[in-house]
Nanobody, 128 residues
Framework: QVRLVESGGGSVQAGGSLRLSCAASNNSISAYCMAWFRRAPGKEREGVAGIIITGKDVYYTDSVKGRFTISRNNAENSLYLQMNSLKPEDTAMYYC?????????????????????WGQGTQVTVSS
């Protein structure tokens, strides 16, 4: 498994931007497909964005399309989530997760099924 640590969360007003980072250690992310998830109080975990190993194919949940951008830098062993035009409903704890390449064919980005490495999360709070 790969160890993941998120950073970049904070409190912003609606319309603002944040950039989340996920730093990996003890293994190279070049062997993992990766994703961002979030969990708001009282709600189920939701897949926000996902990206395959090469970065050539990405997934976004409908509510963030056009506002969020997922990217990865395998050389820096990091995953990113650029969040623009933030809304109060984006308020949640955000987690990055990874699935080993051999399991990428069975991951389910909306729910997080088959992702086996998870970070501790970074809080994003958007005020109106």
């Amino acid at each position: 498994q790969v160890r993941l640590v998120e950073s970049g969360g904070g409190s912003v007003q609606a319309g603002g931007s944040l950039r989340l980072s996920c730093a990996a250690s003890n293994n190279s992310i070049s062997a993992y497909c990766m994703a961002w998830f979030r969990r708001a109080p009282g709600k189920e975990r939701e897949g926000v964005a996902g990206i395959i190993i090469t970065g050539k194919d990405v997934y976004y949940t409908d509510s963030v399309k056009g506002r969020f951008t997922i990217s990865r830098n395998n050389a820096e062993n990091s995953l990113y989530l650029q969040m623009n035009s933030l809304k109060p409903e984006d308020t949640a704890m955000y987690y990055c997760a990874a699935a080993w390449s051999g399991d990428c064919y069975k991951v389910h980005y909306p729910t997080g099924r088959s992702f086996t490495s998870w970070g501790q999360g970074t809080q994003v709070t958007v005020s109106s």
